[in-house]
């Protein structure tokens, strides 16, 4: 498998401000990382595809400029919720493809954002 | 784009019976068919994944069977334990970008 982290674990905030959200690649270097969101009770929704030293791409509906995501190193990729409100409350999850023959990803453990 | 449906959203079974989930996806194009196990407020886990060029896959009590034809795959989980609760998604890759297309998730119960 591979070890993937994330931080925070949970996060509370105030309407109108910015969340930041990392995902960490421990056992090795993920030229692409995964940004989900999920809500209760529901599927998975891929929200963009980071890749390292690139522009991220973003699923359609996801807009870019609230959801900002920065893949600035192999290991490391993070997404910024910025202005944040209630409806942006969910269950933000990243996950990291080994790549090469393998096509497996392996998800963090999530981050749980509540937007006051 | 790929489009995954999967059944049933909810299943419910005692304790040592099977228990069957069942996927269709739409791009024939897609190679590449992973299970993940959710627990409540966890990160999905990989139990198990098939690739378009086999037909079934089984690992000690779960088996994943693929028909390329009809464009479909089933997870199979025998001899259930209470601790296979959990919500079971199925995804697809297809050639491009890698991106995983998920199904919408199954509850599975399984009763002592």
């Known amino acids: 498998g591979a070890v993937v982290s994330q931080h925070p674990s949970w996060v509370i905030c105030k309407s109108g401000t910015s969340v930041k959200i990392e995902c960490r690649s421990l056992d090795f270097q993920a030229t692409t990382m995964f940004w989900y969101r999920q809500f209760p009770k529901q599927s998975l929704m891929l929200m963009a595809t980071?890749?390292?030293?690139?522009?991220?791409?973003?699923e359609q509906g996801v807009e870019k400029d609230k959801f900002l995501i920065n893949h600035a190193s192999l290991t490391l990729s993070t997404l910024t919720v910025t202005s944040a409100h209630p409806e942006d409350s969910s269950f933000y999850i990243c996950?990291?493809?080994?790549?090469?023959?393998?096509?497996?990803?392996?998800f963090g453990p999530g981050t749980r954002l509540t937007v006051l | 784009g790929e489009n995954v449906e999967q059944h049933p959203s909810t299943l419910s079974v005692q304790e040592g019976d099977s228990a069957v989930i069942k996927c269709t996806y739409s791009d024939s194009a897609s190679n590449y068919f992973p299970w993940y196990k959710q627990e409540l407020g966890k990160r999905p886990q990989l139990i198990i994944d098939i690739r378009s060029n086999v037909g079934e896959k089984k690992d000690q009590r779960i088996a994943v069977t693929l028909n390329k034809t009809a464009k479909h795959f089933s997870l199979h989980i025998t001899e259930t334990q209470p601790e296979d609760s959990a919500v079971y998604f199925c995804a697809s890759k297809g050639n491009n970008f890698n991106k995983f297309y998920f199904g919408s998730g199954t509850k599975l119960n399984v009763k002592p």
């Open positions: 980071s890749n390292e030293g690139s522009k991220a791409t973003y």
């Open positions: 996950s990291v493809r080994k790549g090469g023959s393998t096509d497996t990803q392996y």
